[in-house]
């Protein structure tokens, strides 16, 4: 593996700690549909940048051997490919491993909650929990059983008529833009990189402000959808910590989802500060994916010269 190849895959795996930031900064000047939008993508770009770029140190390590034992144990290439592809390896193995236990708990978590409420009657798309703290998420699809809205009976009690029509909008928007797979894809890019799972919480908190624009819209009261967010916020705090893969009207900075619905609505993205991060973005993103990618036609030109070496 040339020295060019290897800076490059290095550079793949470093660069992904500027385009995190400029990732969440451009979501902050945008929609919150486009912005959670683009998180996602971002963090599935960074993953899979991340994952081809251990993989490229890997298949160089072993090119590397592979010209060592043709040549008969001559160097034939610079001698940090070994160690590079070593530590590659074992971030791959890392990333297989985290991500495996987070789709295991993912689908845990998903059945657990399932089997919770399974239960309790079920009514046009609505489960109330009779006992327990005042709750309220959206429960999504699992084998064959659409999503659910679950609601315990003391968040209803906690709601008036017109707070219940806020909340159960909310969740519905939740179901129905089918929020919990982007959060979930983001938890599982988040294995392949450091800086990927800051994009986490940020997503989390796009998907809860989608939901709220959605409210806002199918009641037609900014103020109102304000006020139950914040209400619902406050008497679900007892039950405690709300895993993000569940979506819920409680959950997020509720402070900041407040005070934007009690802004204007979102106006579309436009601005010098907008283009500019978005310019950002873009350009860092693509240079990672093209140090990762492009690293793969010096690894071409390393595969021809073992076969021209092993050639009789």
Do not use: C, N
């Not at 599935?44 to 060592?68: E, F, I, P, R, S």
């Not at 001698?79 to 791959?92: D, M, N, T, Y």
């Not at 679900?236 to 619905?261: F, K, Q, Y």
């Amino acid at each position: 593996m040339s020295a060019l190849v290897a800076v490059l895959l290095v550079l793949a795996l470093v660069w992904p700690w500027a385009a995190a930031p400029a990732a969440r900064r451009l979501a902050d000047l945008l929609p919150p549909k486009a912005a959670a939008l683009t998180l996602v993508g971002s963090a599935v770009a960074l993953a899979a940048g991340t994952v081809w770029a251990l993989g490229g140190l890997v298949a160089g390590g072993l090119l590397h051997l592979m010209l060592l034992a043709e040549e008969g144990g001559t160097p034939a290439g610079p001698s940090a490919a070994v160690p590079l592809a070593v530590a590659g390896g074992a971030a791959l193995l890392l990333v297989a491993g985290l991500a495996g236990r987070l789709w295991h708990r993912q689908r845990q978590l998903l059945a657990r909650t399932w089997r919770s409420v399974g239960g309790h009657p079920d009514g046009d798309g609505l489960v109330v929990v009779p006992d327990g703290p005042a709750d309220a998420f959206a429960l999504p699809a699992h084998r064959g059983r659409p999503g659910r809205i679950v609601v315990t009976a003391e968040m209803l009690r906690t709601l008036d008529v017109d707070g219940r029509d806020v909340l159960f909008a909310h969740e519905r928007a939740h179901l129905g833009g089918r929020h919990h797979l982007l959060a979930r894809t983001v938890e599982l890019a988040s294995a392949a990189h450091p800086a990927v799972r800051g994009l986490a919480p940020a997503t989390s908190f796009q998907l809860e402000r989608w939901a709220d624009e959605e409210a806002a819209a199918a009641v037609g009261d900014r103020r109102l959808t304000a006020a139950a967010v914040a209400r619902a916020a406050l008497a679900s705090a007892a039950s405690g910590r709300r895993p993000s893969l569940l979506p819920a009207i409680g959950t997020g900075p509720v402070p900041r989802r407040v005070g934007a619905l009690l802004d204007a609505p979102p106006a579309p993205p436009r601005g010098r500060a907008l283009r500019t991060t978005a310019v950002a973005l873009l350009a860092v993103v693509a240079l990672s994916l093209t140090l990762s990618f492009g690293s793969a036609y010096g690894l071409h030109e390393y595969i021809e010269q073992v076969q021209e070496i092993a050639r009789p």
